[in-house]
């Protein structure tokens, strides 16, 4: 007993502990998505959504839901974010613009640990988008990779009236297609099933209703630096 209360104790003084890195799965889209920021499409419907957010460095369970879906075919990487939010704050609107310090969701992917390039794509629920194809974040960041355009297609869905801080939104749908032409240089030709990539799906909401603004994440994110990749978790392509 004394042993875990010293445990506990140290535990706390040093911070937490990580969590085992999940894995997740991504299986072929059911049928057709329409990307207009709505859920309804029936492939949407046969995937389970990955719900397990956690807050970085604390690792503890945000204040607000969150969940993100994945599926592809032979063309697309699809994502579908669905966020309660009881209020929606953006600051941004253009092209690879700081999207990060307002409310926004986002995807990194590292398809093959051997090789260092991965792929960062944001979403603001006001459909402002962020996409890079990075190296290292040390030999520029986003001032030199955020150029790089994919080709993205996304819509959002947004139940609220966003920077109206008095009242109370509901919440946002983000509609993410990335298209497989996007990791070629890292992957070729290879059929996605049955690769398993590095991953982490990323969300950051700032409300008038938290104490503090709110980073989580599918990845053990332990030192604040999502672009640190030890603590992704894995995706496999079925
Ligand atoms: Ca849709
Ligand atoms: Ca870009
Ligand atoms: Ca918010």
Redesign the pocket.
Known sequence: MARIVVMVALSLLLGASPPPLMHFTCTPAAGPIEIDGKADDAAWKAVTPITEFRLWRSFQKPT?ATSVRLCYDDDFLYALFECA?????VLHSQRDDRLWES?VVELFFQPDEKNPIYYEFEIAPNNAVFDARMVNTGSGGFLRWAAWDCGIRTATDVRGTPNHWQDRDQGYTIEIAIPLGAFHEVIGDQPLKGQTWKFAAVRA???VT?KAEERSATANVADYDIHNKSGYSKLTFK
Do not use: K, V
Request: charged share 45%; net charge negative.
């Open positions: 607000e939010d009881p209020d929606i704050f409310d909401d700032l409300s938290l």
